[in-house]
């Protein structure tokens, strides 16, 4: 398979429910690196600019109605290869778009394909609205608005635009950890641990660690000598306490949306709602096996106040030593906000 051919099933994929990190890791397995390279950026590209590429659609073929997924992700493909990108020769981005739909058993659609992509270029098109001009949807922008203010939420959506500086672990990650301020041979308790980027730094420190998680299978990959399946929703199963907890919530992910741009598109204002439940929760029983006079930290990868200052404001108001955000745009790295609790 070509890496246009591996980036559209994937993205068939993403558009039905699955994340593109981990259709990609797979599907990419094998590939030559530049075609590697090529399938991931035709797969994240198209959703970090997702509102701009369908308004494209829009503004080429003339049409305002539904189109059949395969025909929307053809154009989508197209449209950011003949736009977006300086290495793809125009008519091999056109043929490959075409060849795409009859692939995808939609023949009657590859004239009406061929037709909307020769019109493409690189004039200057107006967007029609912030949100699109940002490729954020509307209820997001606006809450980082109110959050942050209309210029550094225009500057969040910017740099999730481009795609992360550099592999590996995130700058905004690794400055959780030290807020810990672990010291060897402490006690410490990592409670959402999965995929253990963080235990890894509580055991560098000189911790003795207990990773726990929900899922067995993703703490399996996490390094530390004491591993433990757990729900943290519900009451610990700890007789000891910890000197450090670490509580790096699972949460929405808006913080991330660089790397991991289809969740833009897939949050709601609800899943804020039923993350924060989970969140309060998870807190509360961390407290319960906090050692007198120790340290928790608690943090998300999420810009959202649902998730943040208003689930510590709940749980323990009056035990935050400090709290703050890092913001895409104003800090190098994914976004992050942390509350340190004794």
Not at 235 to 243: E, G, N, R, Y
Request: aromatic share 6%; glycine share 8%.
């Amino acid at each position: 398979m070509t890496a246009r051919e591996i980036a559209f099933d994937a993205a068939l994929r993403v558009e039905k429910g699955a994340w593109a990190e981990e259709v990609l890791r797979g599907a990419v397995a094998g590939l030559d690196p530049r075609d590697a390279d090529l399938a991931w950026e035709l797969v994240l590209g198209p959703l970090r600019v997702q509102s701009q590429l369908d308004h494209l659609i829009g503004h080429y073929s003339g049409k305002t109605g539904k189109l059949d997924p395969e025909v929307r992700l053809a154009l989508r493909l197209g449209i950011y290869q003949l736009r977006y990108l300086d290495r793809i020769p125009p008519h091999a981005a056109v043929s490959a778009a075409v060849d795409l739909v009859r692939r995808a058993r939609k023949r009657s659609a590859m004239g009406f394909v061929n037709a909307v992509l020769r019109k493409v270029n690189r004039d200057p098109v107006p967007w029609p609205s912030p949100e699109v001009a940002l490729a954020a949807p509307a209820w997001l922008l606006a809450r980082w608005q109110a959050a942050f203010g209309a210029e550094k939420a225009a500057g969040i959506a910017r740099a999730f635009l481009a795609p992360p500086a550099a592999p590996g672990q995130d700058p905004g990650a690794a400055a959780i950890v030290p807020l810990l301020g672990v010291e060897p041979g402490m006690s410490v308790l990592d409670l959402c641990a999965a995929p253990g980027n963080k235990t890894r730094q509580l055991v560098a420190a000189g911790g003795r660690v207990v990773a726990a998680d929900r899922y067995g299978h993703r703490l399996r990959q996490v390094e530390a000598a004491d591993r433990v399946v757990l729900d943290a929703t519900t009451p610990l199963p700890f007789v000891k306490t910890f000197d450090r907890i670490l509580v790096d919530a699972p949460c929405s992910g808006t913080g991330t949306l660089g790397r991991n741009p289809e969740i833009k598109w897939r949050i709601t204002p609800a899943d804020l709602d039923d993350l924060a439940a989970r969140q309060r929760a998870i807190l509360r029983h961390a407290l319960g096996v906090l050692a007198p006079g120790g340290r928790l930290v608690y943090s998300t990868c999420s810009l959202q106040k649902e998730e943040n200052e208003a689930v510590v404001a709940a749980v323990c108001p009056d035990r935050v030593l400090q709290a703050g955000y890092r913001l895409p745009g104003q800090q190098p790295g994914d976004g992050f906000w942390h509350a340190v609790i004794a």
